[in-house]
């Protein structure tokens, strides 16, 4: 049967990568030694860190730790970090996440309150959530400017410091994309440890895909690691499609953590052809 997979996730240098001076070994880029080292098939996914990817300006008491890779900032009571010259793409399909990230856990978001600036309002910030970003969709406000400033603070009061280092926002431009999941008995946690699965894939000839790929799917909700790709041609040589092997991680497995679009926390604005997907959501 065809079933809808959000994305295809590619490891590779992204664009912001010739932006970024300082290689380090980051978890949330799996273990790559690259910032922002993977992409979201037909999207777009903007990281916010101690490198020099945006202009970088801190207010009040913040500390980092330069010593730790990647770096670890340390927000204090009344302090402040802004990012400036975010670029947001003016429309999107959906917004996948808005996180903040302390090396591969996500921060509650009770922890900390973030906010952004407009070009045309330097003075006001505004909240910075899933309610704003589904009305800055496709916006006017985005459409006269796109490059924002972007800001985070502790909401931890005084006798608590909020610790983080990444600020991660996953916009999908595009509708989920359909291949060919075959049915399968995938077991339950209990029995997750000794469980072992590997399976082939029929995908559309216009995605992007190569090895080490990373698959999401909406069917059973596991990430799927592309391990062999053949690509069918006709007898003309135009391509029809792709075969891939992929094997499905375990959920104590890093990628399946970070990758897994489909675990809650959910845009609760998410189209339906999104939430269908997610029984959860």
């Known amino acids: 049967p065809m079933e809808k997979i959000l994305a295809a996730i590619a490891i590779g240098n992204s664009t912001d990568f010739a932006f970024t001076p300082n290689f380090v070994a980051c978890p949330i880029c799996l273990g790559s030694g690259y910032v922002d080292s993977w992409r979201l098939y037909n999207g777009e996914r903007i990281l916010l860190d101690a490198s020099e990817a945006h202009t970088i300006d801190t207010f009040g008491v913040v500390d980092i730790d330069s010593d730790e890779q990647p770096p670890i900032y340390t927000v204090h009571e009344r302090a402040s970090i802004q990012w400036g010259n975010v670029k947001l793409p003016t429309s999107w399909r959906h917004l996948v996440r808005l996180a903040v990230l302390d090396k591969g856990k996500i921060v509650s978001p009770s922890s900390y309150n973030l906010y952004f600036i407009h070009p045309s309002q330097p003075s006001v910030k505004n909240p910075f959530n899933y309610d704003t970003l589904n009305n800055l969709n496709n916006s006017l406000l985005l459409q006269q400017s796109n490059k924002l400033t972007l800001v985070i603070e502790s909401n931890l009061g005084k006798d608590f410091q909020l610790k983080f280092t990444h600020v991660e926002i996953l916009f999908s431009m595009g509708m989920p994309i359909r291949i060919q999941v075959p049915d399968m008995e995938v077991p339950n946690e209990d029995e997750y440890v000794d469980w072992n ?85």
């Open 197 to 281: 699965l590997t399976v082939t894939m029929e995908l559309p000839p216009d995605i992007e895909m190569k090895e080490n790929s990373y698959i999401v799917d909406g069917k059973y909700k596991r990430v799927w690691k592309v391990s062999s790709i053949n690509r069918k041609l006709t007898a003309r040589g135009k391509p029809y499609g792709y075969s891939v092997s992929a094997r499905a991680l375990h959920s104590f497995e890093r990628q399946f953590a970070l990758l897994n679009v489909f675990r809650k926390p959910r845009n609760p604005y998410a189209n339906k052809e999104l939430r269908s997907m997610d029984d959860e959501g």
